[in-house]
């Protein structure tokens, strides 16, 4: 297939890159290099003959237009992806998450591609303090970034109700894994502890996540492109349910330090307390996630660990300014 994925030079677009060069699939990798793109992350597959890379926004029509020429499916990951960032600075978030969205969705539209997988996120579900969200669930999004998500998740389902056209939306669980921009929990905490610097646990701690690595989020992302049903939505979720203080305390195990670069600070507004994905719907389509997350979080330590040339760069340059914004005046917040 000829594949056009956005956001390619992102965590888990460069992820899905490499992993769709290795099947075999044609990709044009059309990504606008924010601050979370990075060529770094692809240049081993830059010179591969079936690879291309467009420097576009997805809210380019014309470029968008000129990208999709040839193209079977669209894998849309370009976003802006931090719920923090979208707190601080709100309005950057529907610009690419929503009307980019329905600027490549009406392109891919005119152009006639033959699927159109929209890749979103378990946050528009909102929080769940019992039990797993399922598919048919309501979307109560909490953040600005989960709320710009949903909007983009819903128009996709809106082209194929008022279009017809052949849209599969995935609805992903936190990821780990290598080359994730230090910005978000695990590596952030990775890199700090492995400098010996704090690390900022919202609030209590408590807070849970379900876990996924990204290898086996792109396993499920592929098993929709490939199997899924036209106009419906799939969980990826990794049933690995932890709280922030368990990640926290593994990653100071797997550093060799210890607790006293725990700093509980102010939590986080609007806070979703727990996020849990329902997956069996994704298990029809054959899939299934393979990496068991001890393993999985040690190997991603290690990586971060052998590859400073890649991180340190990031958290010295716009990414200062950043940290200052976000935890400079942050206040403390009481242990659990
Ligand atoms: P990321 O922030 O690492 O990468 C985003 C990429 O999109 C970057 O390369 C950036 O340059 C590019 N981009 C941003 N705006 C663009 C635009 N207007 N046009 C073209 N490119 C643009 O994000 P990620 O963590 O790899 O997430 C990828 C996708 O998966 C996002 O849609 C995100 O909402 C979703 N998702 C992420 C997670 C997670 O835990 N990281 C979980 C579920 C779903
Ligand atoms: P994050 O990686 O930002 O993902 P999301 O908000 O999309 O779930 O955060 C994961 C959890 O970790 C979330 O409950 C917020 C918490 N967190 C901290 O406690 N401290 C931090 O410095 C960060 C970045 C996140």
Redesign the pocket.
Known sequence: MRLLVTGGCGFIGSTFVRMALSRGHQVTNLDKLTYAGNPANVAEVADLPGYRFLHADIADAAAVANALEGVDVVVNMAAE????RSILDPATFPMTDVVGTAVILDQSRRAGVRRFVQVS?D?VYGSIPHGAFRETDPLEPS?P??ASKAGGDLQALAWHRTYGMDVVVTRGS?TYGPRQYP????P??VTNALDGEG?????D?Q???DWIHVEDHCAGIFAVLEHGAAGEVYNVGGANERT?LD??ERILGLTGRDGALIHH?T??PG??RR?ALATEKLSTLGWTARVEFATGLADTVEWYRANRAWWEPIKSGEYRAYYQA??GDRGSAPRA
């Open positions: 992806s931090h719920v923090d996120t946050e953040s970034y989960s936190n910005e978000k929990l695990i952030l905490f690390l900022p646990v919202y609030g701690g807070q849970i996540r922030n990640i926290t600070v939590d986080r806070h979703d996020y976000q935890y």
